[in-house]
């Protein structure tokens, strides 16, 4: 549907105008552009827009309007956060220097203990010397406690032997390392006899899901310490280091 408005002169337009402005309605652009050639049409001048893509002069707004900004300043700094800088190491060969300042007894003392202590020992015996047989025996007691307390396992009970093959696998694992830890016991080219042959995988995996090194019932009275799983670990560990 298509509208039509005669145009009128600025002189011309005045409260009467409102009056005579009227409006021809047409269902088609033919009937359009027969009625604006026919002689029904009385204007001496008609006004239409330009055609597509075509320039003109004219400005589509009304220089006395004023709108107000939709983007206005604001007050204040940049906030953009900026990248922390890489920091690259200056790496240079230089001749090493070596200072032993303190040359007292006490250290002539303890590494003469430490000699006499170690010497003759097999690499198990020096390893028991930081992880004592004491302390061996404080993680089964924990163990044991964990499976029948937490785990529901009341029938769940390990050895001294199975506990040291157990260190001794993690031990083993951290420089003789597969993709994964099952690959230790399969009948394929990745297995390896002497972890087959020493543990069987499902125990293995039982040991794992039940080793405890403390007692969780006394965990909130230890809440302010982060290392409460393994602080008597540590602690004897560190006093047989000091030996």
């Known amino acids: 549907m298509f509208y039509i408005r005669h145009p009128w002169s600025i002189s011309e337009a005045h409260s009467d105008v409102l009056k005579m402005l009227r409006k021809k ?10 009625y604006l050639f026919s002689e029904e049409l009385k204007s001496e001048m008609i006004a239409l827009p330009p055609e597509v893509d075509e320039l003109t002069d004219e400005e589509g707004f009304d220089d006395t309007e004023t709108l107000d900004p939709s983007v206005r300043d604001v007050a204040g700094s940049n906030t953009r956060k900026k990248g922390k800088k890489e920091l690259i190491a200056d790496w240079k060969k230089v001749p090493a220097n070596y200072n032993f300042s303190d040359e007292s007894n006490a250290l002539k003392i303890n590494y003469e203990t430490a000699v006499s202590t170690l010497e003759g020992l097999s690499p198990v015996e020096v390893f028991e010397e930081f992880l004592s047989p004491t302390y061996l025996e404080h993680i089964l007691t924990e163990t044991e406690k964990y499976a029948k ?11 001294t032997e199975e506990l040291k093959t157990f260190i001794g696998f993690l031990i083993f694992s951290g420089y003789h390392t597969l993709s994964s830890e099952h690959d230790y016991w399969p009948d394929e080219d990745l297995m390896v006899p002497i972890v087959k042959t020493s543990m069987t995988r499902n125990r293995y995996l039982e040991i794992k899901s039940m080793i405890h090194f403390a ?29």
């Open 215 to 243: 007692d969780n019932n006394e965990a909130k009275s230890q809440a302010n310490d982060r290392a409460f799983k393994t602080r008597k670990l540590i602690t004897d560990m560190n006093a047989n280091f000091q030996k």
């Open 149 to 159: 307390q937490w785990k529901n396992k009341p029938d769940f009970s390990l050895t």
């Open 25 to 34: 309605v047409f269902k088609t652009a033919e009937k359009a552009v027969e």
